[in-house]
Every structure is written in C-alpha cells, then in structure tokens.
C-alpha cells in the first residue's frame, strides 16, 4: 500500500533499466516482498495496450502467496491519454497505481488506487480510491472515491484518502482547485465537493470557498447535509473583510435546520443565525429481512422454472 502510494511501482513492473541500479532494485523488491519463513510468492506479469495509436496501457501482476493462508494480489499500473501516448502534450493525461488483495484467510479483500502525474489540459488531477469487502462473522463493505464526509468515522482497515481535486493555476498564485468525494458503505451513501479561489497581490489576499457535506444513512433512513460559502479579504494576516455563510439540514424524524450567516468589516461585526426543528420524534426503521429463505423457496416452486407465453400470444 504504501509503495502504490509513493508511486514506486515502476521498479517492480517491467522497470526501463533494471540493471542500472540493482541495489535500488533489491531493495525496493524486499520492500514490496519481505521475507517470511515457509512462505513463497509467484505469479506472471503482463502488459495490455490498445491502439494503434496508443491511447491506453496496463502494466499487471498477479501474485499468489502460498500455502496457507493462501493471499492473492493484484499490482498494477493503467495510463490513458488523448489523443495518445505518443503525443509529447495530451489534452487528457491519465496514470493509476493499483493493488488489489484477496485474504482468504482473514475473509477479506479491498483494492486501493492513487493517481499521479494526472492532468486534464493543463489543469493537475489527483486523488485517491479504495475499497474494502469482509464475509466472515461480520461481513462488512465500503467503497470510497476520495474520502469519507466529515461527519462519518471510517472503518477500522480503511485508509486515509486523498479528495479526488483538480487544480486551476499556475502554481499557487492564482489558485482555483475543486475537490470532490463519493462513497458507499453498507449503511451510507455520502458525497460533497468543495471550491476554492485564492489570489494574492501587493500584500492583499482574496479566499473564498462555497461546498457541501451530504450523508445518507439507510436504515434508521436519515439524511445530514452541510452546505458553506465565505469569502475573506485579509491585508497579511489580519482579515479587512469577511462574510459567511453556513447551513445545516437533516432529518426526516424529527426536521432540523440550522445555520448562520456574519459579516465583519474591519472592527465592525455582525452574525444572525437560527434554528428551527418539526416533525415526529420517532425515528423509521426498516425492517430485517433474511433473503436467503425467501430465495430458496422461489427457487424450490416449480412455476419458478416454467417458461409461459404471454396471454395476448395464445389466441
């Protein structure tokens, strides 16, 4: 995971000049492959591309470590560009480290990826995904496109997720960036993407960001949304100029809104805010329903596996 991260998989799938730097090379491998007694790793490597001319390449490995617990892994590189790879300046750049990892030991699996050296035109993209699976005693599923919202405690295994963002700017002066996030659990459904502006000129500096946080939890069903915007004119470090804005919206049971908006000039301030509650106390469950039972006996009627012509066909 952390080589995938660093971007180090270059030196273990199908290096340009391995034997320039065989040292480097040793040690990277013991790095992706620490020894262990009693436990042997192998598996083929294969590269796909498609083209003419070239647009897309994946550089894969399968790896299978042996005996048991028996550990399948799947490392990986994907790179897209259009018009295509051998153009010096694409439109779109794309490169993604991947690993994927089956532990059928621990009853697990989960895939991470990163992007690198990613742009669209000019305009850098990054950003993180993983994704986690267990079917043992408690069978659990999430999958997230960088990151979780705010409010939601990841599970235990899950790592830490760059947002997918794209940045606008050369350098950090003007800087206009977008960050965004998408995930799904077994009980959630969350997303929110944010939007940042920062420019600075003799000593002044403009910032201002406009986002929002949505939540979805299926069962209690209930929903939290957070929505803000600002924009602050500081002279240095001291704020000329301020204005806020946020808001939050959940229910269903009971509905809560609440927010607050402020404005500050120089040594004057003000803020208004409110809060507002409707609706029933109690929350809706949906029920547990175990599908399995019901499966069988659909499977077990014998109408389930007769073929019927449609009523209109049969005059």
Do not use: C
């Not at 550089?59 to 560009?81: C, D, H, K, N, Y």
């Not at 993407?193 to 201002?208: D, H, M, P, W």
């Amino acid at each position: 995971q952390d080589g995938v991260r660093a971007g180090t998989l270059d030196t273990i799938l199908f290096p340009e000049l391995p034997v320039r730097d065989p040292q480097a090379l040793v040690a990277t491998v013991g790095s992706f492959f620490p020894v262990a007694s009693d436990r042997y790793v192998f598996g083929p490597m294969l590269m796909l591309g498609w083209g003419p001319p070239p647009i897309i390449r994946a550089e894969l490995g399968l790896l299978i470590a042996v005996p048991s617990p028996v550990r399948l892994a799947i490392i990986g590189q994907f790179s897209a560009s259009l018009p295509s790879l051998d153009v010096p300046v694409a439109l779109i750049e794309l490169h993604l480290d991947i690993l994927g990892a089956i532990d059928f030991g621990a009853k697990k699996a989960g895939i991470d990826a990163t992007l690198y050296d990613s742009r669209v035109v000019q305009f850098a993209l990054s950003g993180d995904m993983a994704l986690r699976v267990g079917w043992g005693d408690k069978p659990n599923f999430a999958v997230s496109f960088g990151g979780f919202n705010p409010r939601f405690k990841p599970p235990p295994d899950f790592p830490a997720l760059r947002r997918l963002q794209i940045s606008i700017g050369a350098g950090d002066n003007p800087r206009i960036s977008l960050q965004g996030y998408f995930a799904l659990t077994s009980n959630s459904a969350q997303f929110g993407s944010k939007l940042e502006v920062l420019a600075r000129k003799g000593g002044f500096s403009v910032y201002g960001y406009m986002g929002f946080d949505a939540l979805f939890i299926f069962s209690p069903f209930s929903f939290i949304v957070d929505i803000g915007a600002g924009v602050d004119l500081r002279k240095g470090s001291r704020t000329l100029m301020a204005v806020h804005l946020e808001f939050t919206l959940s229910g269903q049971t009971p509905w809560h809104a609440y927010g607050s908006a402020s404005v500050r000039i120089l040594f004057f301030s003000v803020s208004v805010s409110f809060d507002a509650k409707w609706g029933r106390e109690d929350a809706v469950a949906l029920p547990v329903v175990d599908p399995l039972p019901v499966l069988l006996e659909a499977l077990g009627r014998a109408d389930s596996w007769t073929a019927e012509l449609p009523p209109a066909s049969l005059n």
